[in-house]
């Protein structure tokens, strides 16, 4: 009897709450899927798969929305790129020399892609200026914004959210 009393309770006080806890949590989706504003600050020079590593999340952010039924459409995105990341957005020519090296821009098809699903990259024309790049220097693609805090400012003020990289 005692036995299958503390097999009892081994069972009720162990075991039961393990069974009752099986059960999926739930997952928090969001509210709005019209007309979302994101900015991302890019200063930063780092990586992820090959590419910049602001524009690989920003590529998973469009595809994140889309698992949750948000089409691009309803999505507006600026990219601004500033500082030490703006070589980022320089033609193949450009990026070979201020990288010294012999391969081109691996961004360029990440861009030309964020670009087909709405995205609007931008790079800092100050920043172009401190390092004597010239407009032509830029992939044809990627507008060029006075300065980049002034840009973010008048997005925030739009109602951008503000991710920085």
């Known amino acids: 009897m005692r036995r299958t009393l503390g097999l009892s309770y081994f069972f009720l006080f162990l ?5 009752v806890h099986t059960a999926e949590r739930p997952i928090v989706g969001v509210e709005v899927k019209k007309n979302i504003r994101v900015v991302y600050e890019v200063k930063d ?5 090959g ?24 999505l507006h995105i600026s990219v601004v790129l500033h500082g030490p990341a703006a070589y980022w957005v320089l033609k193949d020519e450009q990026y070979r020399v201020h990288k010294n090296q012999l391969r081109g821009n691996p961004n360029k098809h990440v861009i ?16 172009l200026k401190a390092n004597g790049w010239k407009p ?25 959210g503000y991710i920085r990289f």
């Open 15 to 19: 075991l039961f709450p393990m069974l």
């Open 45 to 49: 020079d780092v990586w992820e798969a």
């Open 51 to 74: 590419v910049g590593k602001a524009l690989f999340y920003v590529r998973g952010l469009i595809e994140a929305y889309k698992s949750l039924g948000v089409s691009h459409e309803q």
């Open 112 to 127: 030309r892609e964020l670009i087909d699903h709405g995205v609007s990259v931008e790079v800092c024309n100050a920043t």
């Open 136 to 160: 032509d220097d830029v992939l044809p693609e990627v507008a060029i914004v006075h300065d980049a805090f002034t840009r973010i400012i008048d997005l925030q003020q739009r109602g951008y």
